[in-house]
């Protein structure tokens, strides 16, 4: 089985006036994993990951901060984040998410 996904059938879900993510690959296709890109101008989040999550930077800068230990994620660089990690994202990028299990919009 495979499923292919243009980008102008991804659903788009706008996070916040500077940030937004397109859904490629969402749990009510695989609930397994799920991907989607995510855009960020300026942005700065608190989160708490809710899966285990992977990024890659495609453009820009993500600063991710740990607890007071700050990791800078330029393009080409990746981070993988286990469920229920605390940190803050900030930066202006352009990034590759995958959740496991999926994210579902």
Do not use: H, W
């Not at 690959?25 to 708490?48: C, M, N």
């Amino acid at each position: 089985m495979y499923k292919v996904i243009s980008k102008s059938e991804s659903k788009v879900r706008k996070i916040a006036d500077n940030k937004v993510s397109y859904n490629f690959i969402t749990k009510e296709f695989s609930p397994e994993v799920s991907l989607a890109i995510t855009e960020g101008k300026d942005y700065s989040e608190k989160e708490v990951a809710k899966y285990n999550r992977i990024y890659y930077i495609l453009e820009g800068e993500l600063t991710l901060n740990f607890n007071g230990e700050k990791v800078l994620l330029q393009t080409g660089d990746s981070c993988f984040v286990s469920k229920d990690t605390k940190y803050v994202m900030s930066g202006t990028f352009k990034v590759i998410v995958v959740n496991q299990p999926a994210f579902g919009t």
